[in-house]
């Protein structure tokens, strides 16, 4: 079974600052691998997705990932921290069910995203 | 204009009770799933769903019972509630069952069992 590890439950930024978001991947078959964002008692919202094509993806509010196969990683980063981006990020990896024709998304632990004025 | 949406946001229940939520999406998805959120924030499926037929079951207790009277729905009931099930619970679809184009959350339902 394919796995996501994300390095870091808590990272605190100032405003203004680069946020790097550590993510690891397990998986015995390209993955298509993915960044939500969740903000307080509000549902996941995808900020992107890596789905074998090019290998930095762009996403929604400025942020972007770079799909790392030699590190098995899909770090994200975005340049310059918001305080509206406060919230948890969680990294996410689809496969295939054995024996079905279904498939799943397993998710990292979950990183808390704290930006400082 | 909601893309999946669920209802109730909120519910709040006794023990030993026995209550649904509900789950409609209107992407034309072929393939719905119900994710549970723990106190610790972390998510895992509970189902998937594929024009109405199950896919994944996930090791659920039986107290557990989706339903998907069409490819659009997909409810989730549940019996004997107990206070371990209290958490959030998302139900999510995607078009293809790889989630090549994503997966689309809705908001929610927080439920808490006293």
């Known amino acids: 079974a394919q796995s996501v590890t994300q390095l870091g439950s808590h990272v605190s930024v100032s405003e203004g600052a680069l946020v790097l978001l550590r993510c690891n991947y397990s998986s015995s078959v390209p993955p298509y691998l993915f960044w939500y964002v969740q903000y307080p008692n509000q549902g996941l919202q995808l900020l992107l997705k890596y789905t074998s094509a090019a290998t930095l993806v762009k996403g929604i509010n400025g942020f972007e990932a770079e799909f790392k196969k030699s590190e098995t990683s899909f770090h994200l980063t975005k340049p310059s921290a918001h305080m509206s981006d406060a919230a948890e990020y969680f990294c996410?990896?689809?496969?295939?069910?054995?024996?079905?024709?279904?498939?799943?998304?397993?998710f990292g632990e979950g990183t808390q995203l704290t930006v400082n004025p | 204009d909601t893309a999946v949406s669920q209802t109730p946001k909120y519910l709040v229940t006794q023990m030993g009770n026995d209550k649904s939520i509900k789950c409609e999406q209107n992407l034309g998805h072929d393939t719905m799933y119900w994710y549970k959120q723990d106190s610790k924030k972390f998510l895992k499926i509970m189902f998937s769903y594929n024009n109405k037929e199950l896919i994944i079951n996930e090791t659920v207790p039986n107290r557990f019972s989706p339903k998907s009277p069409d490819k659009a729905h997909l409810n989730l009931h549940i019996n004997s509630l107990e206070l371990g099930d209290s958490a959030v619970y998302f139900c999510?679809?995607?078009?293809?069952?790889?989630?090549?184009?994503?997966?689309?959350f809705g908001s929610g339902t927080r439920l808490t069992v006293v």
């Open positions: 999510a679809s995607s078009q293809e069952g790889r989630g090549y184009y994503g997966y689309t």
């Open positions: 996410a990896v689809s496969e295939w069910v054995a024996g079905t024709s279904g498939s799943r998304l397993t």
